[in-house]
């Protein structure tokens, strides 16, 4: 054996050496995608067939992880419908009782925290959002001089965030839901600098939801536990409305600030609200994004 | 079709094997490299197992360093690709050989590109969901489609362009303008296009104020086209340094035994010239004859002097046996310009333009070479065939000027002019009407409800834009020790102003007011580096390759020999 043999020898094993240590955090790497994952379709491309037995895989999935066999369904938007959503600021008096209804009826991490719904604290008679408080913590509220607003997904007519999904992997559905395929997206994070209302989250680590406060009632676009690195926002609770009930939100809320219904329906409470109240607001309505949430006053 | 495969296997294979060839400090520079990328795989083996969560990014800013970096690197590419404009638009010589090196660069920049998105990725083993065709491909509607298209698209223009013109300069043929002008004018367009592209993706979002501005375009190309041009001139320096064989002055010895007693050429002697250069053959007898007139002969030992720099006389030489090495000195060094084989020439062009020597000839080894006086040579290209063959080796040397790189100087120099007037532009527009969308500019120029994290980052690279615009601007920066200079501040304080300041400050404060301050973390800095190592290593590798080949010391016709 030459030296420059051994001197190649030598440096070709303590090179794969460092290879190998350099990739070993990858042991750790377990359930992050399997073949059927890997593979699975696009959600628009699913037929009833392939979507029934998706949706069996992922009932075995939870029931894996969380040890609860849940019910998870593929709910469609039904005819002749399209949800708005009327919020009354005169009213809301920020109790948050909104966010954690969310939290816990959409399966949202608990460690690191996801919640759909953000309240701003704003100084009486601004709307400006440079003045608001995310973080207000008072013993009591509400506190004089201020007013509450919640935001949450506007659900646009104009998304910009459907826009600029590379892959599709968000789009809006006839009820007017803008929903994402968890399955399908990328992570890119595109749509969550496009939203103008911060109102999208993405998934930097593997949710956390203690497995007694697991809601089996799941939806395929909406409530089901979601994986890391994928983008998620409020859907208005598609498990319950597409099932002719209230988003959580609404049920919950213990002054009665939030309305939702069918816009189509001249009967229903969001129609009578936009038809009779004199003044009431689309967030940001200069963006040209047309949000279906609308904040009102009682005057 | 069998043999052209073969050849290009051959030639595939001698590249690849040169790469991993080198004295030590190549292989000191190599093993470091390769031991940041790993450190860098490291760490984005860790973001794989942990999710984003190890980086620094938040729902608030979800977008870091990695696109900070990959917005960067756009710009280098396309700024590298910039070149090719005054060599093939106004055909300017002296940035001939600039070219492959910048187009290299862009190769180099563009996977680095693909490497910080694919890092940015959530899901990176969901990629082929964007594959048109295959997955959902949200085009034209999404500009991160186009950015798609746009950046490979760009890849494969300078990957086939680099490799075809090298290849030519392998087989020493002459590349036809058919397979290669048309793919560099597009590659032109392509370098505008996947700049405005990145741009767009920021400017098309109407809920970010601080990047809704129809003047991120114009910056976006004026800071490229300074940060590209710099990077490149800095790489250039460091072939030339790296080329350079030995100090000047000792190149060759002054003995010219073997010039004292040339015998006089004859017809063999041409015969045995066409046997190297097959187009001697078309021509005629007269001209052959007539060319003969003052031609001589030259048996020459190694390390004999054939020309020397900056003398002037008229001859012009073809190699008949035996290799000649070119070499030009400048700033006190010495470098190979071109390696002259059997049927080769050198000397050329000062004997047919009647200037002085750009270079020095040395034998390599025991050579046999013909000289010609330039009139001989003249009456030899008056058959088109020969003319061309001699026309277009003329170009095939390595040659990195001083001038060519002051030519370089003035692209950053105005670019950089251009870069700090948008600037101001934009600064002026924030601060001036006073709107509620200045928050943004505020936190990054003056800091904003006490969140200072910008500031220090943006000042620094104003500080560092302007001594690099003073210094450009000086007639001190001809010296290539201060260009140095302006050209490391310049790239550093364009990285900053298009990372730090520009992708940043877009998040904050938030749509809805919050203020969240955004730091790298330890193992998002670690990716970053890996990248950027791994960048630079393929970097060297492909000058490793191409400076031989463009020297003509790696060539089909010495295949086969060790280098």
């Known amino acids: 054996m030459t030296r420059r043999n051994f001197l190649r020898g030598a440096a070709a094993v303590s090179g794969l050496t460092a290879l190998a240590a350099s990739l070993s955090p990858l042991l750790e790497l377990s359930d992050f995608t399997n073949v059927d994952q890997f593979m699975q379709k696009y959600y628009k ?37 399209e949800f708005v959503y009327c919020l009354n600021l005169t009213r809301c008096i920020g109790c948050r009782k909104c966010v954690h209804a969310c939290v816990a009826e959409n399966n949202q991490s608990r460690n690191p925290e996801i919640q759909y719904i953000r309240v701003l604290k704003l100084p009486h008679g601004s709307l400006d959002m440079d003045k608001a408080d995310h ?74 939801i203690p497995k007694n406060r697991l809601n089996p009632n799941m939806s395929y676009l909406g409530n089901r536990p979601r994986k890391r690195g994928v983008m998620e926002k409020c859907h208005f609770c598609i498990q319950r409305t597409r099932a002719g009930r209230y988003p959580a939100c609404v049920e919950v809320c213990p002054v009665g600030a939030r309305k939702f219904g069918n816009i189509l329906d001249p009967e229903s409470e969001v129609s009578y609200i936009l038809r009779e109240k004199r003044i009431f607001i689309q967030l940001k309505e200069e963006m040209g994004t047309s949000p279906r949430f609308f904040y009102y006053f009682d005057v | 079709m069998i043999q052209a495969t073969r050849n290009y296997f051959t030639f595939l294979w001698r590249c690849g094997r040169i790469a991993f060839v080198g004295d030590w400090r190549y292989y000191a520079w190599m093993g470091l490299l390769t031991a940041i990328c790993l450190f860098g795989l490291n760490a984005y083996c860790k973001q794989l197992v942990h999710g984003l969560i190890v980086t620094g990014m938040t729902d608030e800013v979800s977008w870091g360093v990695y696109i900070a970096n990959f917005t ?33 660069l862009a190769v180099a920049a563009i996977v680095m590109c693909l490497a910080f998105v694919t890092v ?39 990957v ?15 590349p036809s303008k058919w397979f290669y002008y048309p793919f560099v004018f597009i590659a032109i367009v392509w370098a505008v296009s996947i700049h405005t592209v990145t741009a767009f993706l920021y400017v098309g979002l109407g809920g970010r104020p601080f990047w809704n501005s129809a003047i991120v375009g114009p910056r976006f190309l004026a800071s490229a086209f300074t940060a590209g041009p710099a990077l490149i001139i800095l790489a250039l320096q460091v072939v030339r340094r790296v080329t350079a064989s030995a ?16 015998r006089p050429a004859t017809l063999e002697d041409l015969d045995l010239l066409a046997h190297h250069l097959p187009e001697l053959e078309t021509v005629s007898m007269d001209d052959r004859l007539a060319s003969l007139h003052g031609a001589t002969v030259l ?90 063959i001699v026309q277009s080796r003329m170009s095939e040397r390595l040659m990195i000027t001083d001038h060519g790189l002051l030519m370089l100087r003035s692209i950053v120099q105005v670019s950089m002019l251009i870069n700090v007037f948008l600037l101001l532009n934009e600064v002026f527009k924030e601060f001036y009407s006073g709107n509620l969308h200045v928050a943004s500019a505020k936190y990054l120029f003056i800091g904003l409800h006490g969140h200072y994290a910008l500031v220090p980052w943006i000042w620094t690279a104003i500080g560092l834009n302007v001594i690099a615009m003073a210094l450009l601007v000086l007639p001190l920066s001809r010296s290539l020790k201060w260009l140095n200079v302006a050209c490391v501040l310049c790239i550093i304080g364009i990285w900053i102003e298009k990372g730090m300041g520009l992708v940043i400050p877009g998040f904050i404060p938030t749509p ?35 400076v031989p080949i463009l020297q003509g010391r790696l060539s089909k016709a010495n295949e086969g020999q060790e280098l």
């Not at chain 2, 973390?521 to 990248?531: D, K, P, Q, R």
């Not at chain 2, 791994?534 to 390759?545: A, D, S, V």
């Open chain 1, 45 to 81: 491309e699913l037929t009833p067939d392939e979507m029934a037995k998706v949706l069996k895989r992922i009932e075995g999935e939870v029931q894996r992880q969380y040890g609860i066999r849940p019910h998870v369904r593929d709910y469609k938007p039904m005819d002749g419908v």
């Open chain 1, 135 to 208: 973080n207000y913590a008072p013993a009591a509220v509400p506190e004089p001089g201020f007013f509450y607003m919640p935001v949450q997904c506007q659900q646009c007519k104009n998304p910009p965030c459907v826009k600029v999904c590379p892959v599709h992997a968000t789009w809006q559905e006839t009820d007017g839901i803008t929903v994402i395929d968890y399955s399908w997206c990328i992570g890119c994070r595109y749509c969550e600098a496009a939203c103008p209302y911060f109102a999208r989250r993405f998934n930097f680590a593997d949710p956390e």
């Open chain 2, 72 to 104: 960067f690197l756009v710009g280098v590419a396309a700024a590298a690709v910039m070149m090719v404009i005054p060599v093939y638009i106004y055909g300017n010589e002296d940035l001939h050989d600039l070219v492959i090196f910048g187009e290299l």
């Open chain 2, 120 to 158: 940015d990725l959530g899901r990176p083993d969901r990629f082929w969901h964007l594959i048109p065709g295959v997955g959902q491909f949200n085009f034209p509607a999404s500009m991160l489609s186009w950015d798609v298209i746009v950046l490979n698209g760009y890849l494969l223009l300078n």
């Open chain 2, 160 to 174: 086939y362009i680099c490799g075809y013109l090298l290849y030519c300069r392998y087989q020493k043929k002459k």
């Open chain 2, 247 to 262: 100090p000047a002055g000792i190149t060759g010895r002054a003995t010219t035994s073997a010039l004292a007693a040339p």
């Open chain 2, 299 to 388: 048996d020459v030992a190694t390390g004999d002097v054939l020309l020397r720099q900056r003398t002037t006389e008229d001859s012009a030489f073809f190699v008949l046996s035996g290799r000649v090495v070119v070499k030009r000195e400048e700033n006190g060094r010495s470098r190979i310009t071109r390696s002259a084989g059997p049927g080769e020439q050198f000397g050329e062009v000062s004997a047919l333009a009647g200037t002085p020597r750009v270079a020095t000839a040395t034998a390599e080894e025991r050579s046999l070479v013909l000289r010609l006086p330039a009139a001989s040579l003249r009456r030899l290209m008056q058959s088109h065939k020969m003319n061309d």
């Open chain 2, 512 to 546: 809805l007011g919050a203020i969240v301050d955004y730091r790298p973390s330890l193992n998002e800095t670690l990716v970053c580096l890996g990248i950027w190592a791994f960048g630079l290593l393929l970097y060297t590798i492909f000058l490793r390759m191409a």
